[in-house]
Structures are given as C-alpha cells and as structure tokens.
Nanobody, 122 residues
Framework: VQLQASGGGLVQAGGSLRLSCAAS????????MAWFRQAPGKEREIVAA????????YYKDFVQSRFTISRDNVKNTVYLQMNSLKPEDTAIYFC????????????????WGQGTQVTVSS
C-alpha cells in the first residue's frame, strides 16, 4: 500500500490542523493505521493509532485529548485532527500502516507516508 500524507502547515499555538493520509490499493481496511511524529534531533514516536475497522483507537499520553484519529475505509484515508496545538507539537508527521493494532515500534509498520511538516509558533 502507498501512503500520501498532507495537511501540515504553520499554525499559532492554540490553533488546529487536520492531517490526512490517503492510501492507494484495495487493502486499506486490512491495515491498522497510525500517526507518528519526529521532531528535529529526536526519535520518531507514535502519536495515535486506529484499528482496521476504526472501532478502537490509541493515543500517546502527551496527546492529552487534543488529537483525534479517525479513518474512512471507503475513501481509503486516515485523519488526525489536532486541536490546541503547542510549540512542542512541531515535527514532521508520518502516517504508517501495520498488520497489527496497538504496536508502537517503527519496525512493526511496513508502509510509511512521506511525512508532512507541522510547525506551531508561540
């Protein structure tokens, strides 16, 4: 599956962004999906994940109910709605696909999008 992330940009602290990740192919619904992020000089870390059907979701603690992950298996797209953004949310955000839900390590994700830059100014 090929993934194409979009929706990043520059936003002031407290603002919102909605990231999208469009997948090619007819197997999108067979993959759990996740969003990761990587800030300069830091390791890539998981932000949120969603199960194949979209019924179950997982968020890293630092999200603190500010972000919402969702998916549309008809449109083959996964979303990350980010509200109340903070400067520390500045990073490149990547979408990724895995056969397994609730896995956090990079090696568990077979497919990756190219990343979209999110910059939050103070």
């Amino acid at each position: 599956v090929q993934l194409q992330a979009s929706g990043g940009g520059l936003v002031q602290a407290g603002g919102s962004l909605r990231l999208s990740c469009a997948a090619s192919g007819s197997t999108f619904s067979t993959y759990a999906m996740a969003w990761f992020r990587q800030a300069p000089g830091k390791e890539r870390e998981i932000v949120a994940a969603i199960s194949r059907s979209g019924t179950n979701t997982y968020y890293k603690d630092f999200v603190q109910s500010r972000f919402t992950i969702s998916r549309d298996n008809v449109k083959n797209t996964v979303y990350l709605q980010m509200n109340s953004l903070k400067p520390e949310d500045t990073a490149i955000y990547f979408c990724a696909a895995s056969r397994y839900f609730l896995v956090e390590t990079i090696r568990d994700y077979a497919y990756w999008g190219q990343g979209t830059q999110v910059t939050v100014s103070s």
